[in-house]
């Protein structure tokens, strides 16, 4: 009688724990202390060493086009996400200027805008259906946010035919990413 209490206590003990397992587990992550920003990325995935570009840039090891990246830009002194705009707004402005500027042969679609608060910061949230050049399909999701004087751009990108697969983890690592 006793082994089946032990027995019975050790089973319900390891259902409560495996319940208890992170939904972002199979992530890892990545802090930025100088520039104040912090963001999951899936395991497996490494840095690429760029020049004159993003803050930072990861992908995936296999899959060496899907990738995360982070960019910083100035804004006037003062400026609040909101006083650029709506989440349409800036959305629309940042297809424009960053994820398919003119003369890039790209095209882009904003499918969703949204707006979410953490704390303090409001974080604007954007979906993108991206054409390049050589007609493949893409899908990137985006948080914006601004933080001391900065306007912080953290992009998640993988090829269309991905994206059902990574929808879930995408999502959670574009609302992990916080400034602060």
């Given amino acids: 009688m006793l082994k089946r209490l032990t027995v019975l206590l050790l089973v319900v003990l390891s259902l409560s724990l495996a319940g208890c397992a992170s939904a972002a587990s199979g992530l890892k992550s990545y802090v930025d202390s100088i520039d104040g920003y912090e963001f999951l990325y899936p395991n497996g995935w490494l840095p690429v060493k760029v020049s004159n570009g993003p803050d930072v840039v ?50 882009a679609e904003l499918v969703n805008a949204e707006a979410r608060q953490s704390g303090a910061k409001t974080y604007y949230t954007l979906e993108y259906a991206v054409k390049l050049p050589n007609q493949q399909e893409r ?41 602060y």
């Fill in 58 to 107: 990861l992908h995936d090891l296999i899959e060496r086009t899907e990738n995360v990246s982070v960019v910083i830009s100035s804004v006037p002194a003062g400026k609040t996400l909101t006083e650029l705009g709506t989440p349409g707004e800036v959305g629309y402005k940042l297809a424009k200027s960053a994820i398919a500027p003119p003369d890039s042969g790209r095209e």
């Fill in 139 to 179: 899908h990137n999701l985006a948080s914006v946010a601004i933080s001391r004087g900065k306007l912080f751009t953290f992009n998640a990108s993988t090829p269309e035919r991905r994206w059902l697969k990574v929808q879930q983890v995408f999502e959670q690592v574009v609302n992990s990413f916080s400034v």
